[in-house]
């Protein structure tokens, strides 16, 4: 009679459970359907220029001045690449990018990495304090010290060459020693402490411990200072006037000055400088995609 009971009980508790299922499957379905909806739309948004870049670069300029430009090609044609590459020296702009960035990654990785050890692990009178300072230039835009960095340039004469397009950045940024610092803060003080007891040296701690922990710190930090390296802009152009010191950001403008309204070849050059930062993503997605997190990485 009990079993009897039970099952009469929990029958309809079955019943509206199972019923009561249905909506809420039906609802969470509608939300994915949604969500997934809103992403394709926010994408769309942001490859189309892209898609556009890429169509444009393969058509002539009436193509891409035309009514319907954002249509495919319906050849591809390379002669837009070969006019940028050949005839407007765009090979020796992206060499001298490459040179240029190669030289600032190492050195703001290098620099970076000394001076995070240094405010991180190493004891000194006003370590913090300094480095707070040092920090707060942060707050203190590009296009403020870019006239004074100017002056100074010139003044040690090295305006026009290489040594004006790295030398600025390549002992190191704010920004990168502050997110190896706080990386290395989460290195247990404790390893550094019985290395010295050992009787190893700073730099021997340095090389031989901290630097295979910090990979992909180090990872991290190269991934930003190679894509600010590539893209930057404002400084070459202020810094350089000749051709042969040209990097690919200037010859890029240089090339719509000059031609006003011949968008194929601006689109073909932007396109020939994006590729390897596309490449760079796809080889270092995963690194790129942990440097979100890193950035928030605190004692």
């Not at 070969?82 to 001298?96: A, G, I, K, P, R």
């Not at 070459?236 to 200037?250: E, F, H, K, M, Y």
Request: proline letters at 6%; glycine letters at 6%.
């Amino acid at each position: 009679m009990a079993t009897q009971t039970a099952t009469a009980v929990g029958t309809p508790a079955r019943q509206k459970g199972a019923t009561g299922g249905a909506p809420s499957t039906a609802s969470r379905v509608v939300r994915l359907t949604l969500y997934y909806i809103a992403l394709l739309i926010v994408a769309a948004i942001f490859i189309c220029p892209y898609l556009f870049a890429v169509f444009a670069s393969f058509k002539p300029l009436s193509g891409v001045l035309g009514e319907r430009p954002w249509i495919p090609p319906t050849s591809l044609s390379t002669t837009n690449f070969s006019q940028v590459l050949f005839d407007q020296h765009f090979t020796t702009y992206l060499l001298n990018t490459l040179v240029v960035t190669v030289i600032l990654t190492v050195g703001q990785v290098v620099f970076s990495m000394l001076a995070a050890y240094a405010f991180a692990r190493m004891h000194f009178p006003g370590r913090d304090a300094l480095f707070w300072v040092y920090l707060a230039t942060l707050m203190v835009p590009g296009a403020v010290t870019m006239i004074p960095l100017y002056v100074i340039m010139d003044n040690i004469h090295l305006l026009n060459t290489y040594w004006a397009l790295f030398l600025p950045y390549v002992l190191g940024v704010p920004y990168m020693i502050f997110l190896m610092r706080q990386y290395l803060l989460t290195i247990p003080e404790e390893l550094i402490e019985a290395a010295r007891i050992d009787g190893c040296s700073e730099v021997r701690i340095l090389w031989t411990m901290i630097v295979p922990l910090s990979r992909p710190i180090l990872i991290t930090g190269s991934l930003i200072a190679f894509v600010f390296g590539w893209n930057n802009f404002l400084w070459p152009l202020i810094a350089t006037n000749s051709t042969a010191l040209r990097v690919n950001t200037v010859g890029i403008a240089d090339l719509q000055s000059n031609f006003g309204t011949q968008w194929n070849l601006v689109l073909a050059g932007s396109l020939l400088a994006l590729i390897p930062m596309v490449i760079l993503f796809m080889i270092f997605q995963k690194q790129i995609v942990r440097s979100i997190s890193l950035g928030g990485v605190s004692r």
